[in-house]
C-alpha cells in the first residue's frame, strides 16, 4: 500500500491510493509476485480498532485482516509478499515500535501471519527486513 488507510474499508480493499486497489494488479503479475506493503495497527489511523502491536497480539484486528487476505486470495493474489508494518522502526506510522514495546511487537507480527497462513487458499510469504544499523 502507498498510502495509510484512513478506514478500514481501506485497509481490506487494499487500497494503493485513494483511488485505487491492488485490483489493478489482477492479471497482469504473469508469474511475478506482488509484493505489498501493508500497515499494521490501523486502528489508530482508521479511528477505531486496535491501535498497538499487543491489540494485534490479541487478536483485536483479525476481521480486518481476514478481509484483507480473503480479497487478495479472491483475486488470485493469494501468492503475494506482505511487508506487515513496514518501516517500524520509524517514528512517522502509528504502528512504531517504541523502546520496549519489542515483545508485543514480536507477538502482534506472529499472530497477523498466522491470521494470514490460516485462510483457504494462501500461500503468502512474508518480507520482514531488521532495521539498517542493528546486528544480525
Known amino acids: 500500500m502507498v498510502e495509510q488507510p ?3 474499508a481501506q485497509f481490506e480493499n487494499a487500497n494503493l491510493t485513494s483511488t485505487a486497489d491492488v485490483s489493478v494488479w489482477h492479471g497482469l503479475l504473469g508469474r511475478r509476485q506482488l509484493a505489498l506493503g501493508v500497515p499494521a495497527c490501523c486502528g489508530a489511523s482508521a479511528g477505531n480498532g ?3 502491536w499487543a491489540d494485534e497480539a490479541n ?3 483479525d476481521a480486518h485482516w481476514k478481509a484483507l487476505g480473503s480479497r487478495l486470495i479472491g483475486l488470485g493474489l493469494g501468492g503475494a509478499l506482505p511487508r506487515i508494518g513496514r518501516e517500524f522502526n ?4 502509528p504502528w512504531q515500535v517504541a523502546e520496549g514495546g519489542r515483545r508485543s511487537y514480536i507477538a ?3 499472530h497477523v501471519v498466522t491470521v ?3 485462510l483457504p487458499g494462501a500461500a503468502f510469504q512474508f518480507c520482514w527486513s531488521r532495521p ?3 546486528a544480525t
Not at 520509524?90 to 506510522?93: A, F, L, S, T, V
Open 50 to 52: 486496535g491501535r498497538t
Open 6 to 8: 484512513t478506514s478500514w
Open 59 to 61: 487478536g483485536v484486528n
Open 116 to 118: 494470514l497462513r490460516g
Open 132 to 134: 539498517s544499523g542493528s
Open 108 to 110: 502482534g507480527y506472529r
Open 90 to 93: 520509524g517514528n512517522w506510522y
